[in-house]
Nanobody, 122 residues
Framework: QVQLVESGGGSVQAGGSLRLSCTTSRYSYSSCMGWFRRAPGNEREQVASINSSGFTRYAESVKGRFTIFQDNAKATLYLQMNSLKLEDTAMYYC?????????????????WGQGTQVTVSS
């Protein structure tokens, strides 16, 4: 069982930055770590992922603004979010799973945190 706990969400003005953190209980057993988000009325969206080799993938909507990275010694995953936009407002979830052919597809994630709210205002 993998336990994930997110933190770092909050309210920020458009153009600002936030850093989300996710601590895990069995970090080394997950070949994929990722961040997802869900805004009211929308489907869950894969925001960013990182595999055990450090290869990262991003949604087009966040490329160049968000960075996913990890600290293996602390078993912690991060999402640095810069230049935040109103449309980034959502509940953000940390997830862990298995890669397929080295790629972290959405369907490979089976463990989820409780979520942390990010609200961007004008």
């Amino acid at each position: 069982q993998v336990q994930l706990v997110e933190s770092g969400g909050g309210s920020v003005q458009a153009g600002g930055s936030l850093r989300l953190s996710c601590t895990t209980s069995r970090y080394s057993y997950s070949s994929c770590m990722g961040w997802f988000r869900r805004a009211p009325g929308n489907e869950r969206e894969q925001v960013a992922s990182i595999n055990s080799s450090g290869f990262t993938r991003y949604a087009e909507s966040v490329k160049g603004r968000f960075t996913i990275f990890q600290d293996n010694a602390k078993a912690t995953l991060y999402l640095q979010m810069n230049s935040l936009k109103l449309e980034d407002t959502a509940m953000y979830y940390c997830a862990a799973g298995r890669a397929s052919g080295g790629v972290c597809y959405s369907g490979g994630f089976g463990y989820w945190g409780q979520g942390t709210q990010v609200t961007v205002s004008s």
